[in-house]
């Protein structure tokens, strides 16, 4: 599976727009760009998944360039209660399954 | 609807004894994941199950970590002569059908181990 690089944090102010970007120059062809979020003692949540251009659901936008090398998370209007640990992972069924493979991710700070 | 459920939220236990953890999935999920994930780290995979059968349990660091699935549903970790690097928190996932593309994680088991 391809791996990704994202910074280790960010901080941020409430009622900005946040972006996380993650580098993944190895992508394959077949692969998807998938973002977790991650509070406290709670396991990851699903946030958003695409494979190229935009994808915005009611929580956030993902990036991606036509090269796919990398891929930006963007949340609008952040709020106190976003902060958390937000990994990127690239990865593509094989099997019939996705093995989650996570870094590190990014610890992202929001203060009032 | 009801999520993922974890039991216990806690477990201490002294090196070498024996660690049951259990994992409820969401109703009808087909694929369980098991996670080990140590503090400042991302989740670990450990082994996958598609209904009954580990489809894939090259995660397990070794022969004292074991997971049953014997009904397709409840999931059990089992971990036998428990060291202290095996402190963590293990997450139990589920997903339906057989694209995990998104997971769905419990709020896992944290294992301390004296």
């Known amino acids: 599976l391809a791996k990704t690089t994202q910074p280790i944090s960010m901080d941020s102010y409430e009622g900005q727009e946040v972006n996380i970007t993650c580098s993944h120059n190895?992508?394959?062809?077949?692969?998807?760009i998938t973002w977790y979020q991650q509070f406290p003692s709670q396991g990851p949540r699903f946030i958003i998944q695409?494979?190229?251009t935009k994808v915005t659901n009611e929580v956030a936008s993902l990036f991606i360039p036509a090269d796919r090398k990398s891929s930006t998370l963007s949340l609008p209007r952040v709020s106190l209660s976003d902060t958390a640990v937000y990994y990127c992972l690239v990865g593509t069924p094989k099997g019939g399954y996705n093995k989650l493979i996570f870094g590190a991710g990014t610890r992202l700070a929001v203060h009032p | 609807g009801a999520g993922v459920s974890q039991t216990p939220s806690n477990k201490v236990t002294e090196k070498g004894k024996y660690v049951e953890l259990r994992c409820d999935p969401i109703s009808g999920h087909t694929a369980l994941y098991w996670y080990r994930q140590s503090l400042g780290q991302g989740p670990e995979f450990l082994i996958y199950?598609?209904?009954?059968?580990?489809?894939?349990d090259s995660g397990l660091p070794n022969d004292r970590f074991f997971a049953v699935r014997p009904e397709g549903s409840v999931s059990t970790l089992k971990i036998q002569r428990t060291e202290r690097g095996d402190s963590a928190v293990y997450l139990c996932?589920?997903?339906?059908?057989?694209?995990?593309?998104?997971?769905?994680f419990g709020p896992g088991t944290r294992l301390t181990v004296t």
């Open positions: 190895n992508i394959a062809t077949n692969d998807y």
């Open positions: 996932a589920s997903s339906p059908g057989t694209s995990g593309r998104e997971q769905y």
């Open positions: 695409g494979y190229k």
């Open positions: 199950f598609q209904g009954t059968g580990a489809a894939d």
